[in-house]
């Protein structure tokens, strides 16, 4: 018999890997971990719940736009803020689409502190299609796969056969596949040698190579390692995006997906540096949002420090710039765009931009039409 895919390896499912070449890429990401958290101890409730709810709009928006399926930001934001009890949410529409990712996720994250069971499992699923279908075909929600076919990943080809990519196990079989696994994400643990990070890694690879649904694998799969990040950090608490970091690698993930279950080969070390590697760039894209928003606290403490008669309008054209930062907003500020910003007259936007320079918050260059204002960042007291 030749064996082709990871699941017909002799000795599956003892996957195995090399922890001296993890190593290095566990300490990586275990200091930007230690630097998210210590940062965030930092952050005000206020700042805290922003990140928080920044943290679950990009996770739901990225693992749909791996999987080719986009959600409208807007509204994902809405739904994750109703979930997070912040007041501005209740005003937005509900979208099916964005409600039904985030209830996979709030799930799979919500239930850190439980063993998962395979009704877990079918509970996501089913509220991930709660129609029953994926686009107009029906399939088995909430349930493993049952059709005889043959579950294959491909692409189809015009006038060729289709490039498959990948098999998974027979459905007859998928029942006790997923059995074992879900034993041994139950029981194995730091206490049995296994780093929180390397168990997700590995909890996903294995999840994917039994396809154990008709559809929406990936992002079950993606949610099961996020709960098992929300182990190892024993907490529900949002603060980065692992899928965001996914999506903006799609073409490396799926490679190193095939690479790891394509081959009869039980040794994943490379699955476990790269998947790691992409842990470590979460934690230090939320740092990096950690920074901005301690930067902008700052920002605001220096200047209302200095008890300026700021116009309502004033403060949001400073707020506007302040976004834009580090790169700038886009082509300066001018008087026209403060018009379109704040609704103010053109003549006020003038005396307000006027003002602002004089005040040393704008730095203004140009004449006339070509007169452009760019916010000053006052220089921070490091003693």
């Known amino acids: 018999m030749r064996f082709m895919y990871l699941w017909q390896t002799p000795g599956w499912p003892g996957l195995t890997w090399d922890a001296n070449a993890l190593t290095a890429p566990l300490a990586r990401a275990r200091l930007a971990q230690g630097r998210m958290l210590g940062l965030a101890g930092s952050l005000g409730m206020v700042d805290l719940a922003q990140l928080q709810l920044s943290g679950w709009a990009q996770e739901a928006v990225a693992t749909a736009q791996i999987e080719g399926e986009v959600l409208q930001i807007n509204s994902v934001r809405a739904s994750a803020a109703r979930r997070l009890g912040l007041a501005h949410a209740s005003a937005a529409a509900r979208d099916a689409r964005s409600e039904a990712t985030l209830d996979v996720l709030q799930a799979a994250v919500g239930q850190w502190d439980r063993p998962l069971a395979e009704e877990d499992l079918f509970a996501w699923h089913a509220a991930l299609f709660p129609t029953g279908r994926s686009g107009l075909t029906r399939i088995a929600a909430g349930e493993w796969r049952t059709h005889a076919e043959p579950m294959q990943i491909v692409t189809p080809r015009i006038g060729k056969p289709d490039l498959v990519h990948y098999q998974a196990p027979l459905s007859a079989d998928v029942a006790a596949h997923m059995h074992v696994l879900l034993e041994w994400f139950n029981t194995v643990s730091v206490a049995h040698g296994i780093d929180g990070l390397v168990r997700a890694a590995v909890?996903?690879?294995?999840?994917?190579?039994?396809?154990?649904?008709?559809?929406?694998?990936?992002?079950?799969?993606?949610?099961?390692?996020?709960?098992?990040?929300?182990?190892?950090?024993?907490?529900?608490?949002?603060?980065?995006?692992?899928?965001?970091?996914?999506?903006?690698?799609?073409?490396?993930?799926?490679a190193q997906l095939q690479a790891a279950t394509g081959h009869a080969r039980l040794d994943i070390t490379p699955w476990l540096q790269w998947f790691t590697g992409r842990i470590e760039d979460a934690f230090v894209a939320a740092t990096q949002q950690m920074q901005t928003a301690l930067a902008r606290n700052l920002y605001w403490a220096q200047v209302n420090g200095r008890q300026l008669d700021l116009s309502a309008s004033q403060r949001k054209a400073l707020a506007r710039l302040l976004e834009a930062q580090p790169e700038g907003f886009a082509g300066g500020m001018s008087t026209e765009k403060y018009v379109n910003l704040t609704g103010t007259s053109r003549a006020t936007a003038y005396r307000e931009l006027t003002q602002l320079s004089e005040y040393g918050l704008l730095a203004r260059t140009g004449q006339g039409r070509g007169t452009r204002y760019a916010l000053v960042i006052p220089a921070q007291d490091h003693a």
């Not at 559809?215 to 390692?225: C, P, V, Y």
């Not at 024993?234 to 899928?243: E, I």
Request: hydrophobic share 45%.
């Open 203 to 254: 909890a996903h690879l294995w999840f994917e190579a039994i396809h154990p649904f008709e559809d929406g694998n990936g992002r079950i799969g993606r949610a099961l390692a996020e709960l098992a990040l929300a182990q190892d950090m024993r907490s529900d608490k949002r603060l980065f995006s692992l899928s965001a970091q996914l999506a903006q690698h799609r073409a490396g993930y799926y």
